[in-house]
């Protein structure tokens, strides 16, 4: 279900108190028009009642696209990899909700972030219908490239994105500034999905926080492994 609570925010730039609402849980298929308001930014955004001011509130919460079978967590990792561990059944949980999950034609994968980039990282990767695991992999690959060629000082990321014209891309980062740009080849994609999937565990029961430091352990397993 959708669960949402009106909060009082002071306004940076005048600093009067508003009414805003912010949500604990978003189900974009009892309330479809979320999915595009969470795309766009809008549900986080403020404006002042008194002077105009626009600002982006920051708040942890659930989203979740029956639909499409899968749900984010936002907000700190451990509280998010626990609550997503219940509604797998794990501890204190819906049992029959987990059950359910488990059952559904399409896999039902469940993912915490704590970094609204990341966030909108994992819509786009799933909104193209794609393992995140696999798209960690190739930015993983993307980042070794790109050091490689002596560019790197350390501190880069890589984001996976859709641009307008619908094109798969990743962006290598570094602070706020976009050091490069490669492309996302379906190729390569399905060329990594057949290296690694008999390795990789059934999506729906991975952990929770994919991102680089997980494709660093399970390089390092796999190269164990074949040594």
């Known amino acids: 279900m959708t669960m949402k609570k ?5 306004c940076p730039a005048c600093h009067e108190a508003g009414e805003f609402t912010i949500y604990n849980s978003i189900n974009t298929q009892l309330d479809p028009a979320l999915r595009e308001a969470v795309r766009d930014g809008s549900l986080f955004q403020f404006t002042c009642p008194h002077c105009g001011e626009r600002t982006v509130v920051d708040y942890p919460f659930l989203y979740h696209e029956m639909e499409h079978h899968f749900m984010i967590n936002y907000g700190p990792l451990e ?3 626990k ?13 029959d909700w987990a059950a359910e999950m488990e059952k559904t034609t399409d896999p039902y994968v469940l993912r915490a972030v704590d970094d609204r980039l990341a966030f909108r990282e994992k819509l786009f990767i799933f909104d193209a219908g ?3 695991r696999i798209v960690e992999i190739y930015k993983c ?3 070794y490239q790109f050091a490689a060629a002596g560019k790197a000082q350390g501190d880069e990321e890589a984001y996976f994105f859709t641009d307008s014209k619908g094109n798969n891309r990743v962006q290598v980062t570094r602070g706020r500034e976009t050091v490069a740009m490669a492309d996302f080849p379906r190729k390569m994609y399905r060329d990594i999905y057949n290296e690694y999937h008999k390795r990789l565990r059934d999506i729906r029961k991975s952990e929770p926080v994919i991102d ?16």
């Open 212 to 227: 680089q430091a997980w494709v660093r352990r399970f390089l390092q397993q796999e190269g164990a492994q074949k040594a």
């Open 141 to 143: 690959m993307v980042l």
């Open 79 to 81: 509280d998010g990899a």
């Open 83 to 95: 609550a997503l561990a219940m509604l797998r059944g794990k501890g204190v949980a819906d049992a």
């Open 6 to 10: 009106n909060v009082s925010v002071t």
């Open 130 to 132: 794609l393992d995140d």
